[in-house]
């Protein structure tokens, strides 16, 4: 039975700040299937938050200090400022208080085995993927996912105590605060720099992640990535490998593409045994994603052809190269890219589609990484033929004047990159209808809410 204690209280009424977010809403699940009194509370309202209503939730949308009435627990995303009026209430009334990182860290001590999904990129799919494998060898796991995928209807599925699988986020060295027994470093590189000093800090934080393992637990990691020395050196548990450059206990080889841009590859387990392997998502950086996955579910003992079968059969989650549809024989794909290494591999997949021309619509996701990361983001959209970059989404961030969308538009069109600026999604919509032609590809990239103008251009078809 599910029992969560922190500070030896026992909770029954447990309140979210911030419950819309995706990790949020799913730790609310998880307290509304084990019995627990649910409220919470956002600044707008989402399909997220009335899937949680229809479940029991009490949602208020709005911030106000009643809304805390009755919780003896008020668990917080880090998105929001401590001048809150449900925080500082909460404190004011000394009700216990943690944020999400902290109390997820505290639900993962429940598992016999807690799986946690780290790296710069990838971290939703490659989630994703251990998450159907663990379906498809019914062990019932409990999964909270940072997108939507379809075979487990949503962003959270509730399954027994024996397995927890999550993903891993750096930003503010949050996932410091997890207790995994199984991690994943998918990748290392310069990201969330408005926390991060540089690399070397963002290293660093990856390492101490991996020193939480425990002396019997699992380390899962990129033998490609240039800083995995560097965290290899700074743990003492089992490790396990995986790349397709350098020798690796999980090694891709042979790799070719079919004409939709699904890759296949030989397997080659510990330089001994081999496997064919068909995926059905595209770009090389989801062979990585794949790697890290099967290493992971061959480590919890499930046979390699239940591996395969599961992985094979995998489809992606929404958001990530999602294909939403055509128009005019003109294909809408949907990618959440949103970092300069994201980009340059969704480009690089696309490519690989039968294609006339490729319509790249950018949206910069936070003003600090558009203005830390320029000169990469602006080496990132050589694979399209037209890069259309709309306003910044600003997210938790305030526009402080020093960077803007128009600044990235002069930098490609110096490079020779057909770009032009456009703040508007309709100007943006009506602007591709007259340009985009037959057997041309149209994706809309970013993290923030440039999936309405997928949206909208095939609301056009109907």
């Not at 019995?35 to 938050?49: C, W």
């Not at 999604?425 to 009506?430: L, T």
């Amino acid at each position: 039975m599910f029992n969560f204690d922190i500070h030896k209280h026992n909770f029954k009424h447990v309140h979210f700040i911030g419950i819309g977010g995706i990790s949020m809403s799913g730790l609310a699940e998880i307290l509304l299937n084990a019995g627990y009194i649910v409220s919470g509370s956002d600044i707008k309202n989402s399909d997220i938050i009335e899937s949680l209503k229809k479940k029991g939730a009490a949602i208020y949308i709005g911030h106000n200090k009643n809304n805390i009435n009755g919780a003896d627990l008020i668990v917080y995303t880090s998105a929001i400022s401590k001048d809150n009026p449900e925080y500082t209430e909460a404190i004011k009334r000394n009700i216990v208080t943690v944020d999400r990182a902290t109390f997820l860290g505290q639900l993962m001590r429940m598992y016999k085995s807690s799986i946690a999904v780290s790296g710069t990129h990838g971290k939703t799919t490659t989630t994703a993927m251990i998450s159907v494998i663990l379906e498809h060898a019914n062990l019932e796991p409990t999964i909270l996912l940072g997108g939507v995928l379809d075979s487990i209807g949503g962003n959270v599925k509730i399954g027994k105590e024996n397995i927890f699988l999550t993903e891993a986020c750096e930003y503010k060295g949050n996932f410091l605060k997890f207790n995994p027994n199984i991690s994943i470093i998918l990748n290392i590189e310069e990201d969330h720099l408005d926390y991060f000093k540089d690399i070397e800090h963002i290293v660093e934080t990856f390492a101490n992640f991996a020193a939480l393992l425990p002396r019997n637990g699992l380390l899962v990691i990129n033998n490609d990535d240039i800083n995995t020395p560097k965290i290899i050196n700074k743990v003492n548990c089992n490790i396990v490998t995986f790349g397709i450059k350098n020798k690796s206990n999980y090694k891709a080889d042979d790799i070719s593409f079919t004409s939709n841009g699904f890759p296949n590859f030989r397997l080659i387990i510990n330089d001994s045994k081999e496997y064919r392997i068909n995926l059905k998502v595209i770009g090389i950086h989801n062979v990585y994603n794949a790697l890290a996955a099967i290493a992971t579910a061959h480590y919890l003992n499930i046979p390699i052809n239940t591996i395969i079968e599961a992985i094979e059969n995998y489809t992606g989650t929404h958001r990530r190269f999602e294909i939403k549809g055509s128009i005019n024989g003109i294909r809408i794909i949907d990618d959440y890219a949103h970092h300069p290494t994201e980009i340059k591999a969704t480009l690089n997949a696309t490519k690989k589609l039968p294609h006339n021309k490729i319509w790249c619509v950018f949206q910069p996701h936070t003003y600090t990484r558009t203005k830390a990361l320029l000169n990469e983001f602006s080496e990132s959209f050589y694979d399209a033929d037209n890069v259309i970059i709309t306003d910044i989404y600003a997210a938790r961030e305030k526009d402080t004047g020093l960077i803007h969308s128009k600044d990235l538009v002069d930098l490609l069109i110096n490079k020779g990159i057909k770009s032009l600026y456009i703040d508007n999604f309709k100007d943006i919509v009506d602007y591709l209808l007259k340009q985009a032609n037959e057997g041309d590809i149209i994706l809309t990239v970013g993290a923030g809410d440039i999936y309405k103008v997928a949206e909208m251009l095939l609301d056009n078809s109907q």
